[in-house]
């Protein structure tokens, strides 16, 4: 399996701009989760989805983030506008499995100018 | 509500040496704990994970971690650490990270 794959790796855009992060999880986990890591504020949950459904998005900052999962093989995190604070790597993770145990993708390194 | 302490942003450790990375925890149940490594640009891996039963927690890598209920607390050991160890450790109770430490080799 080649694990949880996000795209893109990385992405740089201007202020106003509409910012679409995409994940697609490991086959057969049936959680995925989006996190936002910075140097102030550390690793966040921002939303997850259980059997494609959300469950918790308590943690997604305000009204210009949403997030979709419309099948059980894609997911996305969609900013809109955004703003330079919304510069940070976002995580997907996945979670299942024998052990249910999350695996986290490599992230995507978003720059908003 | 849930949270987790890691009271040491930065360690320096020598080559051959052990190490200890601790985390407190607050958690109103038995909670589910995890330790996760970081590598610069990389996301995080798993090292090990406590749901229940022993209370010592065997890890890859050679690490270990060891629950202690009393203490609130699930503190990262190693008994001889390599330059490769070198990364950003996260401890975490279910879906809640620690703010990380970060962990120097010194040769």
């Known amino acids: 399996d080649a694990g949880v794959i996000q795209s893109p790796r990385h992405e740089v855009t201007e202020m106003g701009q509409e910012v679409t992060l995409r994940c697609k999880p490991i086959?057969?986990?049936?959680?995925l989760f989006w996190y936002r890591q910075t140097m102030m504020r550390g690793l966040e949950l921002l939303i997850y989805?259980?059997?494609?459904?959300?469950?918790?998005d308590s943690g997604m900052p305000e009204d210009r983030f949403s997030a979709k999962m419309p099948n059980a093989s894609f997911s996305t995190l969609k900013i809109q506008p955004s703003e330079p604070r919304d510069s940070a790597v976002y995580f997907c993770?996945?979670?299942?499995?024998?052990?249910?145990?999350?695996?986290f993708g490599p992230g995507t390194r978003l720059t908003v100018l | 509500a849930q949270s987790v302490t890691q009271p040491d942003i930065h360690i320096t450790v020598s080559e051959g040496a052990s190490l200890e990375l601790r985390c407190n925890y607050s958690?109103?149940?038995?909670?589910?704990l995890f330790w996760y490594v970081q590598s610069p640009g990389q996301g995080l891996q798993l090292l090990l994970k406590?749901?229940?039963?022993?209370?010592l927690v065997q890890g890859i890598k050679g690490f270990e971690a060891e629950f202690k209920r009393s203490q609130s607390s699930f503190n990262l050991r190693k008994p001889s650490v390599h330059w490769s160890d070198a990364a950003e450790y996260f401890c975490?109770?279910?879906?809640?990270f620690g703010t990380g430490t970060r962990l120097l080799v010194s040769p």
């Open positions: 975490a109770v279910t879906l809640v």
């Open positions: 958690y109103g149940a038995t909670p589910y």
């Open positions: 086959s057969g986990h049936n959680s």
């Open positions: 993770a996945s979670r299942g499995g024998r052990y249910n145990e999350q695996f």
């Open positions: 406590y749901f229940s039963g022993d209370t």
């Open positions: 989805f259980n059997n494609n459904v959300p469950i918790d």
